[in-house]
């Protein structure tokens, strides 16, 4: 199908930069432009435009968009700015647009909008899921990236992961990933991106996305919180289910993720040390949100045997519901570790594979059971 373009852009030097972006593009052809919106309603229907490029920056956009929708029901609207907020943008989608690119965008950028659209992928509904552990070694990054390979594989939906252990995240080294591009640049570009932009920082892999993590413990400055947050915020537009990696202990980047977050996991591994006490110590802060009983939700690793008693009774020890078990799984790891894969791939039906599976059935029908309720 060709994409027949209608360009609306109120700056008369963006409106010719951004006409001749759009006219070295394949695949789309630019049929009608106007500086004026009111020029651009009352005349470009006859233009027959499916796609209308729309400056955000005008005071009035919202009703403005409202206009467009109506005039040209059969149109996919893009909004275009200098800069994309959270807030806004989803005003921008309520009102009636697909996505929002940062002007002046590339060809790159504008077919991959177009595509990512027209596949149905735009501003996904997403649940945040933070994974949070009172100390390290809790197989939290284990965890992650098998239940996210999972929760894609059941649902077909779009699935990223990020990871924000800032000094030492691995997940780049457990994917036997080299990004050229990391958080560490993400947060750097932030202010200039928008989720179409921002999906070229993920590294495709397996049937999910990754932003990998820094390359080096010294970068940790490079990432400050406000980028952080804004990244997730960005995110959270881009996927159905966003996994979030953070360091270990309560620290800004696990309490901004944290407080992000649909849901935050405390991950603890059992080694016949004081585990239990950290979870409920960790319990004793996470108490203090209002809403804590729905957003917070232990998971046990290591756990032998692996039964629904043991998880009733690790329940009653900590006093409060353990969300899931997995088992002691160092053998399984580290042979799937070995074979390039991970542990869901390499044995599909073992004790690890099943309780991750049956944790990402969870999640999913949690997610599809909000959405019924809309
Ligand atoms: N369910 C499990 N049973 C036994 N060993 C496990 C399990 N999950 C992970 N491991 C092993 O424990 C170690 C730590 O796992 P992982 O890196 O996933 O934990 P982490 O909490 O992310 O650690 P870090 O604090 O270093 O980020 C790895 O050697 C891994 O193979
Ligand atoms: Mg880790």
Redesign the pocket.
Known sequence: MTHNIMLVEGNRLMLEQLSNIISHTPEVKLVARYQDSNEALGQGIVFMPNIILLDADNQNIIHTLTEFHRVFPQADIICTGEKWHAESSSLYVNAGAKCFLVKPFSSEELMEAISSFSTGGSEADSKVLTFF?PK????????IANLAMAIAQRSGAAVGIIDA?LQ?G?MALFFNLKPQSTIVEAARDHDFLSPVSLGSYFIPVKNISVLCGTKDPSLIDKVSIPAFEALVKMSRTMFNYLLI?VP?GFNPTSIAAAEMSDVTYI?A?LNGGYELQHVQRALEIFKTWPDYKSRVKPIL??VEPCTINSQQQLSETIGYPVEGI?????LD??AA?DSGQMSLEHNPNSP?SRRINYLAKKIIMNRQGEDDDF
């Not at 997995?326 to 160092?330: D, H, K, Q, S, T």
């Open positions: 552990s390290g070694k809790s197989g939290k990054t284990t965890l252990d030492f691995d990696d270990a991950v591994m690793t290591r997995i088992p002691n799984a160092y790891t580290s570790a690890l």
